[in-house]
């Protein structure tokens, strides 16, 4: 299985309690390294400075830089005692990823794509249409990304999360759609999961897959609604398990779970392992 994962690679600052890592991080690297420790053959095509935020040495797939304005920094404070929560502040730099960035042929034998934004301008719909074809699953959290009352980049300052109509003008182009309950609530403008997920639905997707955290996920599509419980674990560090359970998803299929519900299980397996190690240990074990 080959799979394409777009989006920019950052700089991740994790503060989780009392400690603090420094490390490379956005979906486009948690999402790409835990496909690439699948055995899934992996290529991201990452947008960021000049220099590429360092990958683990396990790492075994391609990377194809797309030079832009600089490397974003992101900041993630996690409390220690309310794990399912976050709090970011960043420095956005322009890692806008334009059609023309991307060979066609770099896309012709992918099986899967990954389209995971961190801020809100970062992947449009003319690039989700040169896609079309290939499933595609996208992490849209970055979507609803913004920074208050900043129009120029680099933009500095607390993350605020908002509607974004683009949301929807790509969602007929997708296979999968992930993101927590939070998110959908923002997207959806839903305060019930299954109304948010139904409206979803309704504008495109083919599926929709809702992380709750140690309260485990819910799997939507036209015809079901699959409840997947989560595996008991103690979290070391939450960040990036949400990507790590989307790559578990896709992955799943090269494992030849056919079903959604057991998709649902492994990837639910792959949070669980995510989230005992900090980012950068789970990816070189």
Not at 29 to 55: K, M, Q
Not at 94 to 99: F, M, V
Not at 172 to 201: C, R, W
Request: glycine residues 10%; contains cysteine; negative net charge.
């Amino acid at each position: 299985m080959k799979v394409g994962v777009i989006g920019p690679i950052i700089q991740d600052v994790n503060i989780y309690g009392n400690q603090k890592i420094e490390q490379a991080g956005g979906v486009t690297f948690y999402s790409g390294c835990a496909l690439d420790s699948l055995g899934v053959d992996v290529t991201i095509f990452g947008s960021c400075g000049e220099t590429v935020p360092e990958f683990p040495e396990s790492f075994k797939g391609n990377i194809i830089h797309l030079l832009k304005q600089g490397t974003t920094t992101h900041t993630n404070i996690t409390p220690e005692n309310e794990p399912d929560k976050r709090y970011d502040q960043a420095i956005v730099y322009d890692n806008s990823i334009l059609p023309q960035d991307i060979s066609t042929s770099d896309l012709d034998d992918l099986d899967h794509i990954v389209l995971g934004p961190m801020f809100h301008s970062q992947i449009g719909l003319e690039l989700v249409k040169k896609l079309n074809g290939t499933p595609v699953s996208l992490a849209p959290q970055g979507m609803i990304r913004y920074i208050e009352g900043q129009n120029t980049y680099p933009q500095s300052g607390e993350f605020i999360r908002k509607f974004n109509q683009d949301v929807y003008e790509i969602l007929p182009y997708v296979d999968n759609v992930f993101l927590d309950a939070n998110e959908l609530v923002i997207i959806s403008g839903k305060q019930q999961t299954d109304k948010g997920a139904a409206k979803l639905l309704d504008s495109g997707a083919k599926t929709i897959i809702v992380t709750q955290g140690q309260k485990g996920s819910l799997i939507y599509t036209n015809s079901q609604k699959i409840q997947v419980p989560a595996f008991p674990v103690e979290v070391i560090n939450p960040i990036g398990a949400g990507d790590s359970y989307m790559a578990g998803y896709i992955a799943a299929e090269q494992q030849h779970y056919k079903d959604l519900e057991n998709r649902g299980k492994f990837a639910a397996r792959c949070f669980k392992i995510s989230s005992k190690f900090w980012p950068i240990q789970r990816y070189s074990r």
